[in-house]
């Protein structure tokens, strides 16, 4: 049950479109071409960021076996790839130490000020990857972040942005099995884009991975799938009120399916298990929500409110009931 809720959290909260890179049908003669693959995802500097789908014409694009080596979509028939770190003894970035690339994807609608968001995605180290990192996060931004932003920036350059969703498994060489990045987000209110890459500066952590590298002898390269940013469900039990007795009013919100919601006290109220109860109390009463989140896989959030609704005194003029009307 809980994996079922989940995925249907997943798949009808995730705000981040085109969630898994899946191609659209006109696309798929269009090869790996990152833009033209994979909208509204797009990539944000001179870094070339890899589309592999089932429909691809080209091997080297195709899953589950393409040019960077082998591995299965972790849902639907496609995901991405990626190089966060290259090491620079190549032409056009001679006086760096790594060259970097960076994903940028769309959210369809903006995060609320001070809510908090669930946000992760998937990465796998490709078989040719003769490097490994540590070093992938997550940034926020209201607009989207170019290499237009700063003077001279290149793709031999990092972002000078700092993330606010890191990786924390430590240097990841897993090339089997999808590995998980998540994080908690408050958001400053207004952000629609999230740029995912590399963002540690000179202060890289790297591995040599041993492998015997195939294409890329000088990249750490991931496949990426599954970028969700799915907002907390956090107990909000309404304004308090002031009714006439015998009057009721609707208190907290819309709920979300999935989530657990428990009132206090519960005599007065039409269902002590739903979101937006009906209380209709004959004293002044003080009503506790309590709500318990565990659709993402950031874990299990319990938060508690109230809400106090206030009896007026006798005879309760029109005024009252005018002020119930408008909170």
Known sequence: MFFILSYIAFTQNNLVLNYSFEAKDAFCNAGGLWYTTTPPWRTPTGGSPDAFKNCAPQSQYTVPKNMFGYQNPKTGTAYAGFGPIQTTNIGYCIGYSYAREYLQGKLSSKLEINKKYCVSFHVSLADSSY??????????????VSDTVVTNHSFCMNFPYIPQVVNDNGIITDTVNWVLIKGIYTAQGGEQYLTIGNFAGDTIDTVQTGFIPKIMDRFAYYYIDDVSVIEITEAEAGKDTIICNGDSVQLGTQGVAGVIYKWQTS????????????????????????????????????????????????????SVRELKVKS
């Open 131 to 144: 490097y490994a990192t540590d070093d992938i996060g997550v940034y926020f931004s209201d607009i989207m």
């Open 267 to 318: 005599e007065w109220l039409s269902d002590e298990n739903v979101s937006n109860p009906i209380a209709k109390p004959t004293a002044t009463t003080k009503f506790y929500l309590t709500v318990t989140d565990s659709l993402t896989v950031c874990g299990t959030f319990v938060t508690t409110d109230s809400v106090t609704v206030t009896i007026a005194p006798e005879p309760c003029d029109i």
